[in-house]
């Protein structure tokens, strides 16, 4: 099998160049961040151009939907690439995809293919002439068709549709792909082909059948009226003459009467048939229940077909309903819109509001930075001024201590002057018992009061200069906490403006969360509309169940009717011939013979009746014989039809167990009626617990993800075990079709795929969680997006 497992890209869409190396066995998540638009985080990052790159290497045509395939080359570019290699685990061969589209050339394609060792292979089959058969023998290499690749490989909006979505017809198709119903088809179609000569063969010999008994009937009606023993008389001749002309008109106002009726009954056959296409159209087109249903009840009365169920009142319900959860759709999308409008609003406002505060804050810092080294530098300043003070403390304190010294001594030496003495004869001044001298201690005294009045003075200034050094440590301290203040200020106005901040932060969580409940409002009033359009499904279902019965029974009527016409004109047709004979045998044969002619012409027809009914017998046994083979055959096909649908349901729901779902699929259809036709109407039931829960549309959006999942990997599994050894490819690609189911519901499927080993993309706007290993994020910044793995 095919696995595709690099490619390069250049000009496509909004990529100007990029490779991805395609994980094999895994699960990986695609996701966007589109840094262009705050409007569109996940949209238009260009995780789709991935995807589109592949279908244009593999079919040569784009996704999306535009007029050709030059709209998704890069708008700044006049050209793209794209190159795409697919490895084989069946044989080890490599096989290479290269593609240029260009604006102004034709497409030009080339194809590569390598052996195990390198070496390039089958090079008169790469090689082609155009790119028509470039792009069929890539299909006919991989062994898929277009329609596989975009139902079961590559699936997006623009292409996919899903098997509970589709037609009946798009249903039966899908079955019939699988169960190769076509090759009986074909089958059918020739023992039809064998049995239209034999039906036309046996259609002529009922009618000679039908013919010759009405010659019977009307030989037996002569031989009745026939009188023999006055065969002879002349008036009983020509009263038999006048009874057999009689008789003759009779039949043919007999035959222009039926075929009177057989003309009308052609027409209302035709106009039944032609109101079987009407309907069928009507059946197959949009048209809304209530408008379909009063259709059909007036061509009921219109066309005498009977009265049909009463669907009006149950009809005008839905209608109601239908309209009420529409306009609650509409209604509930455009709050969503203004929701928005107002989250995009506060978002951008919050945004603003944060940048300045982070600007406001960084300030912040870094002013306070700033101011925390001038208080720093005040602080030292304040230190060296306080070690000023100090010192000119303790000169003080040694000043006011030598003071009390010296005020002591001037006291002690004041004392002794007080007590000195005067000799009367010479004058000498002298203290008693003391041989210090009066000068002495005047000088003393002197020196002491001297000392003391310049320590004074000495304080004094002291005292100065500690006051003006003081008032300057008081400024220094006014500045720091003049400082400090406008940092208390501007923290309080920076923690104002976080609570403001913060507010925005909650009214922006606020409107998130309206948008998050409007939004699961509107997937529940979007699955009760689903509900109620499954409900209008099988209600619409019935209608034209009953309509189409009706019909049906009709038809059946008319032509039986028609055949039944046919059968008498054929046996009037007879016995007119045969009134025609008499009358020719009266005038040709002798009056006395005319009995024994009309015994002997009996006798004629009941050995040609008997030939003509073996005749029929044995057509009608080769007949019978094809049209055995013909129900053989539709009833082989129904077979392996339901083998197929039983088929697919049992993988459907191995894959629903395997997801984490409990909810099963019930398939059914092909059934062929008593008359050996195959009635295909397939029907879709949804149970749990073995119980049926309704239709498909009634479920939610995650559960109809889940569903359609395990659909997509069972028609992509049946579709690769079509293929023959060595094809087939093993990837899916998702785009965004799973995106109804929340990020529990999305782990969960990557789970499962991771466990089956299935390689897979799959693109989504949903969440995903962090921890997921096996994810792609696609930036778009100024124009171009980028992988970022």
């Not at 991989?142 to 009946?168: A, H, R, T």
């Not at 005498?304 to 009142?313: H, P, R, W």
């Not at 406008?486 to 104002?496: A, D, H, T």
Request: proline share 1%; glycine share 4%.
């Amino acid at each position: 099998m095919w696995r595709l497992t690099e490619l390069k890209i250049r000009n496509i869409v909004s990529f100007h160049e990029a490779t991805l190396k395609i994980q094999q066995g895994v699960a990986t998540l695609i996701f966007g961040k589109n840094e262009d638009n705050a409007s569109q985080p996940n949209n238009g990052s260009g995780k789709s151009s991935l995807i589109e790159a592949i279908s244009l290497a593999l079919n040569g045509e784009q996704l999306r939907k535009v007029k050709s395939v030059e709209e998704i080359i890069n708008d700044h570019a006049d050209e793209a690439y794209v190159y795409l290699r697919l490895d084989n685990d069946y044989d080890d061969t490599v096989f290479t995809i290269e593609r240029n589209i260009s604006r102004n050339a034709a497409q030009v394609v080339e194809c590569h293919k390598y052996a195990a060792t390198g070496e390039e292979i089958e090079t008169d089959k790469t090689i082609q002439p155009t790119v028509s058969d470039y792009n069929k023998f890539i299909l006919s290499e991989i062994g898929l068709s277009k329609d596989d690749i975009y139902n079961n490989f590559i699936l997006c909006d623009n292409k996919y549709e899903s098997f509970f979505d589709c037609s009946d017809k798009n249903k039966k198709e899908v079955i019939n792909r699988f169960s190769n119903g076509f090759i009986i088809d074909e089958s059918i179609a020739r023992v039809q082909a064998d049995m239209e000569p034999i039906s036309v063969h046996l259609g002529e010999a009922n009618n000679t059948v039908i013919n010759i008994k009405g010659s019977i009937s009307a030989i037996e009606n002569e031989l009745v009226q026939v009188d023999e023993k006055k065969a002879n008389a002349k008036e009983e001749r020509e009263a038999r003459i006048a009874r057999l002309d009689r008789q003759i008109q009779q039949c043919r106002e007999d035959i222009e009467a039926v075929e009177d009726k057989k003309q009308k009954g052609e027409k209302r056959l035709e106009l039944l048939q032609s109101l079987q296409t009407s309907v069928a159209s009507l059946e197959e087109s949009d048209t809304a229940l209530l408008e379909a249903y009063n259709q059909i009840k007036q061509m009921c009365q219109d066309h005498e077909l009977g009265t049909i169920s009463e669907y009006d009142a149950l009809s005008e319900k839905y209608k109601q309903e239908l309209s009420n959860l529409t306009v609650s759709i509409k209604d509930i999308k455009a709050q969503i819109i203004e929701a928005s409008r107002l989250v995009k609003k506060r978002q951008k406002t919050y945004e603003e509001q944060k940048t300045l505060y982070n600007q406001h804050s960084n300030e912040q810092t870094e002013l306070t930075k700033q101011d925390q080294a001038l208080i720093e530098k005040i602080n030292k300043e304040i230190a060296k001024i306080d070690q000023q003070l100090d010192n000119i403390e303790a000169q003080v304190k040694t000043h006011k201590k030598r003071q009390a010294e010296l005020e002591a001594l001037i006291a002690k030496n004041s004392a002794m002057m007080d007590g000195v003495v005067i000799c009367p004869k010479c004058e000498h001044k002298f203290f008693v018992g003391n041989e210090v001298s009066v000068e002495e201690i005047r000088k003393n005294l002197i020196g002491f009061r001297t000392e003391m009045e310049e320590s004074k003075s000495k304080v004094e200034k002291l005292n100065e200069e500690f006051d003006s050094i003081d008032e300057k440590a008081e400024t220094k301290s006014e500045e720091a906490d003049e400082i400090n203040k406008k940092i208390k200020v501007r923290n309080i106005e920076l923690n104002n403006e976080y609570s403001a901040l913060v507010a925005l932060s909650k009214e922006v969580d606020q409107s998130e969360n309206n948008v998050s409940t409007l939004q699961k409002r509107l997937v529940s009033t979007e699955n009760d509309l689903d509900r109620l359009n499954g409900k209008i499904d099988v209600l619409r279902n019935r209608l034209f169940g009953e309509i189409n019965g009706i019909l049906e029974g009709r038809v059946m009527n008319g032509e039986n009717f028609i055949k039944q016409q046919d059968s008498s004109i054929k046996f009037i047709q007879g016995q007119m011939a045969q009134y025609q004979q008499s009358k020719r045998d009266i005038l040709e044969t002798p009056e006395t013979d005319f009995a024994a002619s009309l015994k002997a012409s009996l006798e004629k027809y009941q050995a040609d009746l008997e030939k003509a009914e073996e005749i029929v017998a044995d057509v009608q046994a080769e007949y019978n014989r094809l049209k055995e083979q013909e129900v053989h055959f539709t009833m082989f096909k129904s077979h392996i039809a339901r083998k197929k649908i039983d088929a697919l349901s049992l993988i459907v729901n191995d894959f629903l167990e395997k997801i984490g779902s409990d909810i099963r699929l019930k398939l059914e259809g092909f059934t062929v009626t008593k008359t050996g036709k195959l009635r295909d109407k397939i029907s879709v039931q949804v149970m749990r617990d073995g119980i049926d829960c309704g239709s498909y549309h009634k479920f939610s959006g995650g559960e109809k993800a889940r569903l359609n999942l395990a659909c997509i990997l069972s028609l992509h599994t049946l579709t690769n075990s079509n293929c023959e050894d060595g094809k087939g490819l093993d990837c899916i690609i998702i785009d965004e079709l799973l995106d109804k189911s929340d990020e529990m519901g999305m782990a969960t499927y990557c789970e499962a795929l991771n466990k089956l080993g299935q390689t897979a993309l799959l693109i989504t706007q949903g969440g995903v969680s962090e921890s997921y290993p096996h994810k792609l994020l696609i930036v778009k910044k100024q124009g171009i997006s980028t992988i970022s793995n």
